[in-house]
């Protein structure tokens, strides 16, 4: 196990921006009401969520301009997913309706002073600097009556550009912000048309009429907060798990868990360590949550194109005691029986539970949450200048409560070993504790070294 250290010395860059601009559809758009999903609705995704994309410099891009070519594409791009354009209004009671309005998206055209080159390894979450590469512009960040997306693309002095974005999550979830992103990036590349059509049918996600509760949602289960953090006090570790870290930890596992997914072993092992690091009281329940993508759990299963939220948290949920004393397998146990609850009827009862206790909120307390971006398609988003060296989150926490949030992301290191990049934020008292408690899944004399990723990165105006 190794974890990514950052530059050695400080890095700092002024960035330069324009003034921040609307961009909006080439041709004229409906102008309709559309409402979203019941599971678009729901308390936990009425935030802004930030991305972010770095891309290398292209010889073969000589002279081309990003900024030029990525705003031309979006506005045609949002000729196609004209909702983008629009704006939500508050409807009755606290549903959300989309006004398409034609509006359009916010966009900053910005140049830094810096190469791609100096960003290091750093370039995962958290993305330092983020209020450069991606400005606030003020009063843009609200649910109602805003622009939906934020966008500034920054030219580095090496040729390379950032493309960073932020959204409001009500309107769709990761996969559906790639899909559209996606679609830019062929309009840039000259296509005409995207290839994959947008679908709206967000009726599709609705709550049953009359709504049923036929299953248990630990989600939102009421637990007291017996150990809380200050914000301050969470500091941010990455740590790279390539093949001879996965293959490391599953030595550990029985015969018939081996053959597991990466993601579920790596967040079997991450929410055992840092439960152990944590060292809450053995009787205290804790549970991991994440998100599971719903779209192939229904009957018949949602349309290609559907972008819209359509993701729901699993949850497992023990006491302390058995997490932290069981062997590694008993967690694994616990993540895999936790997607496996996710059925059709499952989903059908997290919605309708979700419109009969409005203002519901996922209750993050004593609880492990990674969010999975390795195979949304940030990375194979393409405006002319090849994939990205790296696309994804900025940040780690979703919402406004960060615990124990994690982030899992697709990441080359410095040797070239493609792998994953597991960035997560604990209290700084229990960091060393974490560190040991990896080692023990780690091969021997492949301990963990480096140093805790910092903010390395300084910027000014």
Not at 59 to 73: F, T
Request: proline share 7%.
């Amino acid at each position: 196990m190794s974890i990514i250290a950052p530059s050695p010395t400080s890095l700092a860059f002024t960035v330069r921006r324009c003034e921040p601009e609307l961009v909006a559809p080439t041709k004229p758009t409906p102008h309709e009401f559309k409402q979203l999903s019941d599971l678009d609705d729901q308390e936990c995704f009425r935030f802004q969520i930030q991305l972010i994309q770095f891309y290398r410099c292209d010889p073969s891009m000589h002279g081309k301009d990003p900024v030029k070519i990525i705003r031309e594409a979006l506005a045609q791009a949002l000729v196609f997913y004209y909702p983008y354009a629009g704006r939500l209004r508050k409807g009755p009671g606290r549903k959300l309706i989309l006004e398409c309005t034609g509006e359009g998206v916010i966009f900053i055209e910005a140049d830094a002073d810096v190469t791609l080159e100096q960003f290091g390894d750093i370039i995962h979450p958290p993305i330092p600097c983020m209020d450069q590469l991606l400005y606030d512009v003020p009063g843009s960040g609200e649910i109602l009556d805003c622009p939906l997306l934020l966008i500034q693309v920054t030219r580095l002095r090496c040729g390379g550009f950032i493309f960073a974005y932020r959204l409001n999550h009500t309107m769709s979830d990761a996969i559906g912000i790639a899909q559209f992103i996606g679609a830019v990036g062929e309009m840039a590349r000259g296509e005409c048309a995207p290839s994959i059509p947008q679908v709206w049918q967000r009726d599709l996600l609705n709550a049953g009429n009359p709504p049923r509760v036929t299953c248990t949602h630990h989600q939102f289960d009421e637990l007291p907060d017996t150990k809380d953090y200050p914000l301050e006090d969470m500091v941010p570790c990455s740590l790279f798990f390539g093949s001879i870290e996965v293959n490391a930890i599953r030595k550990h596992l029985p015969s018939h868990l081996k053959k597991c997914s990466t993601f579920d072993i790596i967040t079997a092992c991450i929410w055992r360590c840092s439960t152990r690091a944590l060292r809450p009281d053995l009787e205290t329940q804790v549970r991991v949550m994440f998100a599971v993508n719903v779209r192939g759990k229904l009957s018949p299963t949602l349309p290609t194109g559907y972008f819209g939220n359509a993701i729901l948290a699993a949850v497992a949920t023990t006491t302390a005691r058995k997490l932290c004393e069981n062997p590694l397998g008993y967690a694994l146990e616990l993540v895999k029986m936790a997607k496996a609850n996710v059925t059709m009827e499952y989903v059908h009862s997290y919605t309708d539970l979700v419109v009969i206790k409005d203002k519901l909120d996922l209750n993050r307390v004593q609880c492990y949450l990674p969010t999975n971006s390795t195979r949304v398609g940030f990375e194979e988003v393409d405006f002319g200048w090849g994939k990205p060296a790296y696309g994804g989150p900025a940040n780690l926490w979703t919402g406004p409560n960060p615990k124990l949030a994690s982030s899992y992301t697709s990441f080359s290191n410095g040797k070239g070993e493609k792998g994953i990049v597991v960035s997560i934020l604990l209290p700084n008292v229990a960091h060393e504790i974490f560190k040991k408690e990896l080692e023990e899944y780690t091969l021997k004399g492949h301990a963990i070294g480096g140093q805790y990723l910092s903010t390395p990165i300084k910027s000014s105006m």
